[in-house]
Nanobody, 125 residues
Framework: VQLVESGGGSVQAGGSLRLSCAASGYTPSKYCMGWFRQAPGKEREGVAHIGGDGMTSYVDSVKGRFTASQDNAKNTLYLQMSSLKPEDTAMYFC????????????????????WGQGTQVTVSS
């Protein structure tokens, strides 16, 4: 499985960005896909997950502002980010977890064996 993120950039607070993650070598129905982020000096955290059945979950800090989706025909995962805040500034990564039915049974990063290189998001106030 190979993952390549794109779409990061610099934006002012209140703005929007859409991140993309192009995936290859995987079957969408057999993987949970996750978006994670890591800010300078902080631990990496899970932001959103989307299961093989399309079900999504989000960390509380982004609920109502971020939307994860996937286009299985294009093997691409998206993270639409709106109402961005300076505290959203981080390197964003997509990752894949192989599981039965693509269920997102865990948020443990150690279980996500496949990672992209990351894309930087910077939100200025």
């Amino acid at each position: 499985v190979q993952l390549v993120e794109s779409g990061g950039g610099s934006v002012q607070a209140g703005g929007s960005l859409r991140l993309s993650c192009a995936a290859s070598g995987y079957t969408p129905s057999k993987y949970c896909m996750g978006w994670f982020r890591q800010a300078p000096g902080k631990e990496r955290e899970g932001v959103a997950h989307i299961g093989g059945d399309g079900m999504t979950s989000y960390v509380d800090s982004v609920k109502g502002r971020f939307t994860a989706s996937q286009d299985n025909a294009k093997n691409t995962l998206y993270l639409q980010m709106s109402s961005l805040k300076p505290e959203d500034t981080a390197m964003y990564f997509c990752a894949a977890l192989r599981s039965d039915g693509g269920s997102c049974y865990t948020n443990d990063m150690e279980e996500f064996k496949y990672w992209g290189q990351g894309t930087q998001v910077t939100v200025s106030s």
